[in-house]
Every structure is written in C-alpha cells, then in structure tokens.
C-alpha cells in the first residue's frame, strides 16, 4: 500500500514519467536456487584473502575467462593496481556475485583506499552510481578519475575511509545491465566490499555505509534492506539516498500519451528488466519495432539510447503499461525499495527542483519507512535540482556518515524530518 498522503492525480502521472528517468542526470523474490545462494552466502564468513592474480591491461581485465571458477560472494577474479593521485590507492577489480536467479556472476568495479598507513579495520562507504546506460562501454570503472574528482569522495579518503564503487551487474562484464533491479544492484554494492577486504593495502573492515545517487540511490536502500540476510559478515552502519530511484510500482500509472523525452528510459527499463527476469513478455509491452532494436539497443549508453528514442511519442514504443501485466507488476514490486525493514538508519536528501525524481518520492518513502519502524531522516534542499544534490547535501552527509561511524548522533540540522 502507497502512504495515506497519497499525490494528486496529476502528481502521480508525473511521478510516473519522471521515475523512468530516476538517473538522467546520472553523469550525474528469487526463486529456489537464488534463495539458497543468498543464504549460504550469509552464512558463510568471508573468504581468506587469495593469491591475488598479475594485474593485467585495462581492456584485458574486462574478458572474464570463460572457465572461470565459481567463487563465494566477493571473491577477487581479477586486479589491476591504478595510477592515482598521491595521497590514495587505488584497484580496478573483477570479483564474483550474485544475480537474481542465483547464478555466480563476475562484476566490476573500483575500489580506492588512503595511502601510506596500511591500518586494517578501515570502515567503508560502498558508492552506488546513477544510470550510465546498458553497454559495457558505459561501465564507471573504465573512467576511475570521475570517483577521485568528486569532493565529497576525496573527503571521505581524506577521513580514512575506504570507497567502493560497483558497476553493477553487466556493465564491463558480460551480460546486459539489469537497470533499475535492486535485488541485483544491492548485492553488487555488498559484494564489491567483501572483495575490497580481501586486498591487504586496502585495509577494508567490515563496517560499512551504502551511499547512492538516483538510481543508485535506490541501489543503497537495497544494499541496506539484503545486508542483514545476504551479508551478514559485514556491519551496516546507514544508508545515505540521494534523490533514490523509488516507487517504481508508479509504472502502474503509466498514461497512454505523447511523452516526448521519456520513450528511451522505458526501453532501457524494460530490456534491463528482461535481463534479470527473462521469462517477462517484453511482447507484451513493446512494440514489435522496438524489440528489433534489442541487441543494438543493450550496447548503448545512456546518451545514445535517449537521443535513438527522444522524439518518438510513447505509444509508438509502449504497447502496454508494464503495471498492468502480471509477471511485470512483480518483478517491478520486488525491486521497490522500502517494502522491507532495513535495520541501520536511513537518510534521504532531496532537491525540491528535481525534474527527473520528484521531490514527492522521497516523501512517500519516508512515510513508509518510519511505518516500518526503521530510523529515516530526510532532508530538502530548497531551489536545488536532480544534477546539485551530492554538492549541496555534501556537508550535511558526511556529517551524518561521521557520526554513524563514530556511533554518536548526528548534528541537529534545521528542517530534517525524523521519524516520530
């Protein structure tokens, strides 16, 4: 059930419209064999450290070997040390996961520590990125500068923090990116730690933050909502969503009219769906035009993939709202954050001139969390929009992951909801 402060008919469709794009600005229930993956990866303490392979080439590090071995969750494949400013280390990695359906998957990612002091115990804030697209090109990884470059990251290394970053499934590895599926995303963004952990420079604990934007703010609350069952080696200390990817169940609303700009996000979602659930009727949903452009479409990045689709009305790509076609409605249920109790507090910051995610999302969520007994504050940011909120909460969050890590409570800071 939606919150009892339910949106206005003209705020719902919006949100519905605008949700597709959850990341525009991001350069800015498994079945039997899932669960019983998930459980013995919970059960099963972290692996010992490997003997780490020779660092390959950039491009080679991509090319999972085709026999690769199956490996507990966040077992390292691969590494390649990187050249980073000084002060820092830095690994671009290859390391095992977990798709929805249970299957041992290869993911990449990055992975940067303070230099010199080598101290092990070091806490962790895993960083979920927003929505680059569906192509291996489009992988985060390829492009480390844009983690070191960012403020608030530079910050958290210079605090001793060490920072993951997950490409999540499919982007750099093979596979298509399942876009938008948070039971996928989330064990990405726990996995990459327990890999992180097993390179000794690092100096990794098991301590850890989620952190995201849009779509991987999304990707965050999901981190923190599978860590308690899916990683419980690992310590949750909070979870930090900007501008999150939420309320997809809003798909349900989807209004048969002329969308123009919204058309390539609902290809992207749809093909990232079918990529974690292949038995859903992309027939049903797309038309025949459209699913000939799969292929095509799923080694596209994002910039690529709306400028193929921006012009055309939705009716000339949608054949009916994925809300409306049962195997659809539940997939898109089961990768809704917030349905399920996330025991670490929770923050949600938020811009009130986003135009991609709605500000009312994060007041939906909210609601429902505090219903749920989880401890969430939220936080709006006046004339700030979907590209300025990691720049205008900056200070805000890391004082709140200041005080999670130091286990007092955060600064009291005027305007912030918290849960009665």
Request: aromatic letters at 6%; proline letters at 7%; hydrophobic letters at 40%.
């Amino acid at each position: 059930m939606l919150s009892s402060r339910r949106p206005s008919a003209r705020v719902r469709a919006l949100l519905f419209a605008l949700a597709l794009l959850l990341a525009a600005c991001g350069s800015e229930t498994a079945g039997g064999e899932g669960q019983a993956r998930t459980q013995s990866a919970a059960a099963s303490p972290s692996p010992p450290p490997p003997q780490l392979p020779d660092a390959p080439s950039a491009e080679e590090l991509y090319r999972v070997p085709a026999d690769v071995p199956a490996g507990e969750p966040g077992r390292v494949v691969r590494l390649q040390e990187l050249d980073v400013p000084d002060g820092l280390r830095g690994w671009r990695i290859l390391y095992h996961s977990t798709a929805v359906d249970g299957r041992d998957i290869v993911v990449s990612g990055l992975v940067f520590a303070p230099a010199g002091d080598e101290r092990a115990g070091r806490p962790v804030v895993t960083w979920g990125h927003g929505s680059v697209g569906l192509g291996d090109a489009c992988a985060p990884s390829r492009f480390p500068d844009g983690i070191v470059r960012q403020p608030i990251f530079r910050e958290l290394l210079n605090r001793g923090f060490v920072v993951t970053a997950t490409d999540y499934e499919g982007l750099g590895t093979p596979g298509v990116h399942p876009w938008l599926v948070g039971q996928s995303e989330g064990r990405g963004m726990l996995d990459i730690v327990r890999a992180a952990r097993q390179i000794p420079a690092s100096g990794a604990g098991s301590r850890v933050l989620a952190f995201g934007a849009s779509q991987g703010g999304g990707a965050a609350l999901f981190a923190g909502e599978l860590a308690g069952t899916y990683a419980r080696d690992l310590e949750l200390l909070g979870v930090v969503a900007a501008a999150p990817a939420a309320e997809l169940d809003l798909l349900a609303l989807l209004p048969q009219e002329n969308l123009a700009g919204v058309t390539g996000f609902v290809v992207m979602g749809a093909f990232g769906f079918a990529a974690a659930y292949p038995d859903l009727p992309l027939d049903r949903v797309l038309q025949p035009e459209v699913l000939a452009q799969r292929t095509v479409v799923e080694s596209l990045c994002q910039d690529q993939i709306d400028r193929r689709f921006r012009s055309q009305a939705l009716s000339q790509v949608v054949r009916a709202s994925p809300g409306s076609v049962d195997r659809w409605a539940e997939a898109i249920a089961q990768n809704t954050p917030g349905r399920r109790q996330t025991e670490a507090p929770v923050l949600l910051v938020h811009g009130n001139q986003d135009r991609v995610v709605p500000v009312e999302v994060t007041q939906l969520l909210f609601d429902r969390l505090c219903r749920m007994g989880v401890p969430a504050e939220r936080q709006v940011y006046g004339g700030v929009d979907h590209g300025e909120i990691l720049s205008a909460s900056r200070d805000d969050v890391l004082e709140w992951i200041g005080a999670r890590e130091d286990g007092r409570s955060p600064e009291s800071r005027e305007g912030v909801q918290r849960c009665s």
